[in-house]
């Protein structure tokens, strides 16, 4: 009998596509949260709707590790068409929960796992006659099966019940029912509990449970925007779909019914990003979301509003490319193509959130960055982040904060005489003023084009006033990292020359490796960047360290890269450690690779390297 | 093209309009078309227009994609706001600015290549989208910055300057656009200005998607014989079918017309928009006929011309949206963001 794990495993659900899994898992997912125990769960899915495989991952860390660990000690396989590598993945000594209604021979079978049957089609055809009901509650069965089993609190789950089927208990009665035969069965003809045992804890907090879309959705209301414009790709659709579902909530007059916002489906991405920045030259706030596809349509336009100074936010959840790719699979590969999008001398802002809570801050503040700053903001998410489920800080709102609409020179001000120049510098910080159309009837009308004009938008092909408007843009970029958010250091329990630099959705997963890594006797400093351009903290730390680890989830070091061209960092001083494959990064991985990195690096006396 | 910038004084009798204006108050940048440019009379005829119907200049945003034609937005109405955006992509930056604003007229100039070739799909999806907007296309046959290729209106066996004959079908644009949805459909000759200024003025009193094929000959690269699009043969073979008068309410009505010879319609606001009828069975009020005639004189070798389709009540995007009638860009934070109790309910349902 192994011994019991408190608190700290991993319980992965192979199920099939359209077969109403996603709300029992989630049930489950969340009443391990309502014991106070953390968790993090994952969406492990295909390009399909219904029939393919698809996998639902919760690992319990008691400690709080959010990053995904790889592994799987309780297997939960409901998929006859993924059985063999459902069985093939779980840990030596682990568990596989499955149907047992139809017999399975014993060769399908493995010898060093522990294999528990519960007949649930033929307990469930007991119960009810209806086929969907028969298929969904089949789902809750096992959750019902699964509390007996690990530990978890009936009350909780009834009380989810409650919460989900509120005031129709038409609904709540069979599932609550559905509950407890599986739960009941397995309390009668199993040995509860195994060696995985959930405990109650108080490791939870206040923290919410949130996906990334749906955050920066919301960051995008709270933000102001009242213009989106998108065209459907995954994993960005449902952050289109969350802030029409959260202004139909928050932004329906509540006298006329009428809409503060306007949503349009586009014909394609080209057409969303058109509409965005068409709506923003005008003075709305607008936003477009996608992904990396949709990121290269958009490219020309994104380059004029870069040059004609128009305000845009571009949320891109990042996925394995290219179109015909990984669209489920997550991935940091589109850093690149946003910082430097388009043709011509074009930079960008791009924006760097770790998890949902600051997909919510960066999403609405990425409008104010916009306006403020005249040009086109990415807020770069990516499939783990934007499509998951995390545990992360609740949301958070300043009431007396009030939108940053940036130079927007007025009625009154060019009457009174004020001078206008589109691209005049009038402050020293590269931004100049914009005018809204329709604000004054004799003053402040401008033509906008690209470049081809003066600082006082009239239109010259003269090389000297192509420079000016040029070199004041790099200004606006420099001021433009002033602003944006700074990256947050943590440093190693003792000095060290060592940093590891890091950003997105590693997040979690390098601060458990950085604690794995010092038990190891490894100390690094790190540095999780939150935006492009680069903060000179960024510089400085790796001026700081004679190494620099650079970690990401793409192939060719992306990040890596953008720090080299833009700080004219030796290359050899910035190691990457990359992960790629489509699935989360996970500790494990980063530890190894470090790990193996840094013993090599021992073998040459620190700072000879470089040379 | 004319190298002197005009004096900004004028001749103190110049008519005015109800705002004050004259018509020099509409005019822009000096043109950089060539001499007997089609796009000019355009030009022209938008100034007319405006100074006719007596539209604040500044009320009015400009839109254009890339081409000789989206050039002309800076040669006229000096006080608008302009934006001579990414080529064939003139309709969603108009589509976004109509969205941020309601209040402010919407002008659309494009060019065929702009609208027929490279943008072809967001001429089409703004028109579907029922924006409310003038959507002008000089309509030339040819790529004129880039020196003469074939566009996607030239018709089939029309020749090229340097004699080679277009083997693709043409696009019609007014026929898509009827096909599409927009409510007001005209086509016209940049040569005919009595008939183009009413047809651009019916336009941008319409509320909704207006659309006008103008076609405007291309005096460096298809002004040639056996060009379809030459002034000669536009002439030759131009079919009116109506010529209209656009009457603001307040006008009488002066001009004695025999019965059946006019057809009036009055439009949402108020205004009447009356057409002398020069085919006496056309009915512009009829979609299904108007496609049906517009193709069966195409077979017959005419360019038909007029006001082809108005559907006089209209309803535009921002009704299929129901938006505030407030513009969007003149909401504050009060209605727009939900505050901090808001986030703490939602918060509370995420735990």
């Known amino acids: 009998m192994p011994r019991n794990v408190i608190n700290d495993f991993v319980v992965k659900f192979a199920n099939v596509n359209g077969s109403g899994s996603a709300s029992a898992n989630q049930l489950f997912a969340k009443s391990i949260l309502r014991m106070g125990i953390p968790i993090a769960s994952r969406n492990i899915f295909p390009s399909n709707i219904q029939g393919l495989p698809t996998w639902f991952e919760v690992r319990v860390s008691g400690e709080g590790h959010l990053g995904r660990r790889g592994g799987v000690d309780l297997m939960v396989a409901m998929n006859p068409q993924t059985w063999d590598r459902d069985i093939a993945e779980i840990d030596a000594g682990g568990y596989l929960l499955y149907d047992s209604t139809r017999p399975m021979p014993a060769s399908r079978f493995r010898d060093d796992i522990q294999v528990i049957g519960i007949p649930l089609t033929q307990i469930c055809n007991a119960s009810t006659t209806d086929a969907r009901q028969r298929q969904l509650l089949k789902n809750i069965m096992y959750v019902g099966a699964l509390s007996a089993l690990l530990g978890i609190e009936p009350e909780v789950i009834e009380q989810l019940l409650a919460e989900q089927y509120k005031g129709k208990e038409k609904l709540a009665k069979p599932n609550r029912d559905a509950f407890h035969r599986g739960r009941d069965w397995a309390l009668k003809n199993l040995q509860c509990p195994l060696s995985l045992q959930l405990q109650r804890a108080d490791a939870v907090g206040d923290r919410i449970y949130v996906e990334g879309n749906a955050a920066a959705a919301l960051g995008a209301v709270y933000g102001g925007a009242t213009v989106c414009a998108w065209y459907p790709i995954t994993p960005s659709t449902s952050l289109a779909e969350a802030f029409e579902r959260h202004c139909r909530r928050f932004r329906t007059d509540p006298d006329t019914g009428k809409k503060r916002y306007a949503i349009v489906q586009a014909e394609d991405e080209l057409a969303s990003i058109g509409v965005v920045i068409g709506a923003a030259w005008n003075g709305a706030r607008a936003f477009t979301a996608t992904s990396g596809p949709g990121i290269s349509l958009m490219q020309e336009f994104v380059g004029l509003a870069y040059f004609a100074e128009i305000p845009a936010v571009i949320f891109d959840v990042q996925r394995a490319g290219p179109s015909t790719g990984m669209p489920t699979r997550t991935q940091q590969s589109d850093l690149l193509s946003a910082a430097y999008a388009s043709h011509g001398d074009t930079k960008h802002v791009v924006l760097l959130p770790e998890d949902p809570r600051e997909c919510f801050d960066f999403g609405a503040s990425s409008f104010d960055l916009a306006d403020r700053l005249q040009t086109p903001v990415f807020v770069l998410l990516d499939l783990d982040i934007g499509m998951n489920d995390w545990l992360c800080e609740p949301f958070a709102w300043d009431d007396s904060r009030r939108m940053d609409r940036g130079k927007v020179m007025t009625a009154e001000e060019l009457e009174a005489g004020k001078t206008f120049g589109r691209y005049l510098d009038m402050d020293g910080d590269g931004i100049p003023f914009r005018t809204y159309p329709g604000t004054h009837p004799q003053k402040g009308a401008f033509f906008t084009r690209g470049t081809s004009r003066d600082r006082f938008a009239k239109y010259t092909e003269v090389g000297a006033a192509y420079v000016d408007n040029m070199q004041r843009l790099l200004k606006k970029f420099d001021t433009a990292k002033r602003l944006v958010p700074h990256p947050v250091e943590r440093h190693a329990s003792q000095p060290t020359r060592t940093g590891v630099i890091y950003y997105g959705s590693s997040s979690a997963a390098m601060k458990e490796a950085l604690s794995a890594l010092e038990a190891d006797g490894i100390h690094l400093d790190a540095l999780r960047i939150r935006a492009f351009p680069f903060h000179d903290d960024v510089l400085d730390f790796i001026a700081r360290h004679d190494r620099v680890f650079v970690v990401e989830q793409n192939r060719d070091a992306q990040l890596r890269s953008l720090i080299m061209t833009e700080g004219n960092v030796d290359p050899a001083r910035l190691i990457p450690i990359l992960h790629y494959d489509g699935t989360p990064i996970t500790a494990r991985f980063i530890r190894a690779a470090i790990a193996d990195r840094a013993s090599a690096m021992q073998v040459v006396p620190i700072g000879a390297a470089a040379e | ?351």
């Open chain 2, 1 to 351: 093209m004319s190298f002197l910038p005009k004096p900004k004084l004028h001749h103190p009798k110049l008519p005015v309009n109800e705002l004050g204006f004259t018509r020099r108050d509409y005019e822009g940048a000096i043109s950089t078309l060539c001499a007997g440019c089609g796009h000019d009379s355009i030009s022209a005829a938008i100034i007319q227009a405006c100074w006719e119907l007596s539209i604040e200049p500044h009320r009015v945003a400009k839109m254009s994609g890339i081409g000789c034609s989206s050039k002309t937005p800076d040669y006229f109405l000096g006080a608008s706001h302009g934006f001579n955006s990414v080529h064939g992509r003139m309709p969603s930056v108009l589509t976004g600015a109509n969205l941020a604003n309601r209040e402010l007229l919407y002008l659309g100039v494009s060019g065929d290549g702009d609208s027929a070739s490279i943008g072809f799909g967001q001429f089409a999806h703004s028109i579907r989208r029922a924006v409310n907007m003038t959507y002008i296309v000089e309509n030339n046959g040819v790529y004129g910055l880039t020196k003469g290729q074939f566009s996607a209106t030239s018709d089939k066996g029309s020749k090229a300057k340097k004699g080679n004959v277009n083997t693709d079908e043409a696009i019609d644009l007014a026929g898509i656009a009827l096909q599409l949805g927009a409510t007001y459909v005209a086509r016209s000759f940049s040569g005919d200005k009595a008939q183009l200024v009413p047809l651009i003025k019916g336009a941008l009193r319409h509320p909704g998607p207006a659309f006008i094929d103008c076609i405007s000959p291309c005096v460096a690269f298809n002004n040639h014989e056996g060009s379809t699009k030459s002034y000669d043969f536009v002439r030759e073979h131009n079919e009116a079918m109506n010529q209209l008068d656009v009457i603001l309410g307040r006008e009488t009505i002066t001009a004695d017309y025999a019965p059946g010879e006019v057809r009036e319609v009055t439009q949402h606001d108020g205004s009447i928009l009356r057409l002398r009828k020069l085919h006496e069975e056309y009915d512009p009020t009829d979609r299904v006929a108007a496609m049906h005639h517009l193709h069966e004189r195409k077979a017959a070798g005419e360019i038909v011309t007029g006001l082809l389709f108005i559907d006089p009540d209209p309803q535009d995007l921002h009704e299929h949206l129901g938006t505030v009638e407030l513009p969007l860009n003149r909401l504050n934070d009060a209605a727009l963001v939900p505050g901090a109790a808001a986030l703490e309910k939602i918060n509370a349902a995420l735990r």
